[in-house]
Antibody
Framework: QLHLVESGGGAVQPGGSLRLSCATS????????MHWVRQSPGKGLEWVAY???????????HYADSVKGRFTISRDNSQNTLFLQMDSLRPEDTATYFC???????????WGQGTVVTVSS | NFMLTQPQSVSEAPGKTVTISCTGA????????VQWYKQRPGSAPVTVIY?????PSGVPDRFSGSVDSSSNSASLIISGLQTDDEAIYYC????????????FGGGTRLTVL
């Protein structure tokens, strides 16, 4: 069965840091590009970050302007896990964070169940 | 920057057919594939259409997708509406020339009356 399981969310003060993880199983993780997408309470979906498929260095990356310079996406193909290091957190970063496996070949996009991040003093 | 616009809400009776539109601005919608996601309250999104017209296994064939270059828009068509179809539906594509930068529509709330 296909699984994407996020963890690492929680409550943090403004200026703090969190590291989210997305453990995957049931598919060849190294063959798919991956994304983080977030959803603020009562709002729509917002793309956050992307890491490509590259066999040697873990992938090239892109970021939304709202998180550029503060968030870092990475992947560990040996552990089938995606990460999001979030630094200098702001109240507007409060959201549910989803990992998303990109489409590939005949395979559709696949979502995790999400992890909640709350940034508040 | 490429943007996608969806109607805030649509409603239709059970058994009928509804079409949810997704209009592109700042680029050609045919430049990248369009995906559609269904999200119920308190749950993660689920893919119902990918690569414009493809249905993942397990998604009923009542769901279909199309793209129209003349109107620069994509559509999600749901036929034989069921109460279980009530949800928010999001379209998604990518920035032109940059597959890795995703663009989401604002979402459409579907009510099955």
């Amino acid at each position: 069965q296909l699984h994407l399981v996020e963890s690492g969310g929680g409550a943090v003060q403004p200026g703090g840091s969190l590291r989210l993880s997305c453990a995957t199983s049931g598919f060849t993780f190294s063959s798919f590009a991956m994304h983080w997408v977030r959803q603020s309470p009562g709002k729509g979906l917002e793309w956050v970050a992307y890491v490509s498929v590259r066999p040697f260095d873990g992938g090239s990356t892109h970021y939304a302007d709202s998180v550029k310079g503060r968030f870092t996406i990475s992947r560990d193909n040996s552990q089938n896990t995606l990460f999001l290091q979030m630094d200098s957190l702001r109240p507007e970063d409060t959201a549910t964070y989803f990992c998303l496996r990109d489409r590939g070949g005949t395979y559709p996009p696949l979502w995790g169940q999400g992890t909640v991040v709350t940034v508040s003093s | 920057n490429f943007m996608l616009t969806q109607p805030q809400s649509v409603s239709e009776a059970p058994g009928k057919t509804v079409t949810i539109s997704c209009t592109g601005a700042g680029g050609d919608i045919v430049s990248n594939f369009v995906q559609w996601y269904k999200q119920r309250p308190g749950s993660a999104p689920v893919t119902v259409i990918y690569e414009d017209t493809q249905r993942p296994s397990g998604v009923p064939d009542r769901f279909s997708g199309s793209v129209d270059s003349s109107s620069n828009s994509a559509s999600l068509i749901i036929s034989g509406l069921q109460t279980d179809d009530e949800a928010i539906y999001y379209c998604q594509s990518s920035e032109a020339g940059n597959h890795g930068t995703l663009v989401f529509g604002g979402g459409t709330r579907l009510t099955v009356l």
